[in-house]
């Protein structure tokens, strides 16, 4: 059992404040500020396209995807492609529409036990979460984002926004195909 202090209880209590919230908006930089109104648009939960590989076996499929503070998460069965992929290359992709989203994914063990995600998956995708999160073989994976890109038309213009998570760089600019 975690120890009753600061460390332990009052950083977990402080970072749940509105007036944390709001000193963290306050000290934003363009990276933090455009990432967190990406992520506000992205919303709670889509439908996207895994990519995983290993060795010189590269394969896709679609995948419930829940994003929590800029994290996402999915489940999948031991038993799959995905799984073993994962196992041995922890670099995934996700794409849907005009965004694609390389990351680094970790293994968190069993969906049910992550409260948080197994509410929000039951919210948005109730059918599979009553068909699989339950299953002694499900396992959940979180992926860290290192890359975002998404296209954007302005005026009929195409641009490219880019996050990059080392170094938290943000850019936009103008796709002129050169």
Excluded at 158 to 170: D, K, L, M, Q, T
Aim: hydrophobic content about 35%; proline content about 3%; charged content about 30%.
């Amino acid at each position: 059992m975690e120890e009753w202090d600061f460390e332990h209880w009052g950083v977990r209590y402080w970072s749940g404040t509105p007036e944390f919230w709001q000193y963290a908006r306050d000290h934003e930089n363009e990276f933090q500020r455009q990432q967190r109104s990406f992520w506000e648009v992205f919303g709670e939960a889509k439908k996207m396209v895994l990519s995983t590989a290993a060795g010189d076996r590269v394969s896709s499929r679609m995948m419930s995807v829940i994003q929590m503070e800029g994290l996402l998460y999915f489940q999948t069965d031991r038993a799959f492609l995905k799984y073993r992929q994962l196992a041995e290359n922890k670099n995934a992709a996700l794409c849907m529409d005009n965004i694609q989203i390389g990351g680094i994914c970790r293994e968190l063990g069993h969906p049910m036990e992550n409260e948080r995600f197994a509410g929000l998956y039951g919210k948005h995708f109730p059918g599979s979460f009553e068909r699989y999160s339950g299953l002694k073989n499900e396992r959940l994976f979180v992926m860290s984002p290192v890359f975002i890109k998404k296209w954007i038309y302005r005026d009929g213009l195409p641009f490219e926004e880019v996050f990059e998570a080392e170094g938290e760089r943000y850019s936009l600019t103008e796709y002129k195909g050169e």
